[in-house]
């Protein structure tokens, strides 16, 4: 059996999240990806994917296999470049995943990574999950927040903080908060995911003195991606992370409130399979999201 072609078949079905979507990729008929598969399957000894469900979706030894497939693959990728006597530079396709509210950030920027690397291409999804890694056969994930303990490995890359505003039109119709007590007193538009109740208590700190309020709820986004824009249209007082806002800040579409109270702040982590080998479009990514998380906030 030539293992590389059945590596490079069972990852790209990984990546792909069907064997007719792989087959496409690959331009081979699905019959022959089928039979490569489960040659590779009768060699190793396990199962590599559970077919049982309408969704194709790995088995633990999949899960495990898989990872270290894409660093096989990836490390020897680089090498075919550098005995070519070329220096390894970020290439093909790179699947990353992000938190909402970094689309807001990362999008409107992703022209200047693409210029500074031709030959590179960028597929995302929005999702904070880890787990969409494996899942969805990504190469790294920028998540926010606490992670729960895996095998996954995990980069602290900056901090998310958040920042109270609103817009110029809904202050001039309800007066401006100076305190957050005076919250009590408005409309706030809250983010929560569909299977949680959204968070009304926010939490404030001014120097050593720290203040948690609940806020009336106007509108629930479940999304996470119309946060900012219910905001710019005046639907009340919102909580977006710092770098969420900030081109809509300096815009004058959207006012900080109460600079001098700061919000909560969460780690903004990179996580990957592998802490060993990083193939150079992921450093190339990493870096340049890296430098507009920290570009200078807004208050």
Not at 43 to 72: D, H, I, M, P, W
Not at 159 to 164: D, K, S
Not at 227 to 242: F, H, K, Q, S, T
Request: charged share 25%.
């Amino acid at each position: 059996m030539d293992k590389l072609r059945a590596l490079t078949f069972f990852s790209r079905t990984v990546e792909a999240g069907s064997f007719a979507a792989a087959a496409r990729a690959l331009d081979v008929v699905p019959s022959a990806l089928s039979k490569t598969i489960g040659a590779l399957e009768r060699e190793l000894g396990f199962t590599l994917f559970n077919r049982s469900t309408r969704k194709l979706s790995l088995t633990v030894e999949g899960e495990a296999y898989y990872t270290r497939c894409r660093q096989v693959l990836a490390e020897l990728e680089d090498a075919e470049v550098m005995a070519r006597g070329g220096s390894v530079q970020p290439q093909g396709t790179l699947r990353v995943g992000m938190h909402p509210a970094l689309r807001s950030v990362v999008f409107p920027e992703i022209g200047r990574l693409l210029e500074s690397n031709p030959r590179m291409k960028v597929e995302t999804f929005i999702t904070n999950s880890p787990t969409a890694l494996l899942d969805r056969g990504l190469d790294v994930v920028l998540c926010i927040g606490r992670l729960a303990d895996s095998t996954l490995v995990a980069r602290r890359i900056g901090w998310a903080q958040f920042v109270v505003c609103a817009s110029p039109d809904y202050l001039h119709r309800w007066g401006e908060p100076k305190r957050p007590q005076d919250l009590a007193q408005h409309r706030t538009i809250i983010y929560a995911r569909p299977d949680e109740e959204p968070n009304t208590r926010w939490e404030f700190t001014r120097g050593r003195e720290r203040q948690v309020v609940t806020v009336p709820v106007g509108m629930v986004v479940r999304d996470g991606v119309g946060l900012v824009d219910a905001g710019i249209g005046g639907g009340g007082v919102l909580r977006p992370y710092e770098f969420a806002a900030r081109r809509y800040v300096a815009a004058g579409t959207l006012r900080v409130l109460m600079p001098d109270w700061s919000g909560a702040k969460h780690a903004v982590c990179a996580v990957s399979s592998s802490s060993r080998h990083v193939p150079a479009k992921v450093r190339a990514f990493l870096e340049f999201a890296h430098a507009l998380i920290l570009d200078q906030p807004v208050c």
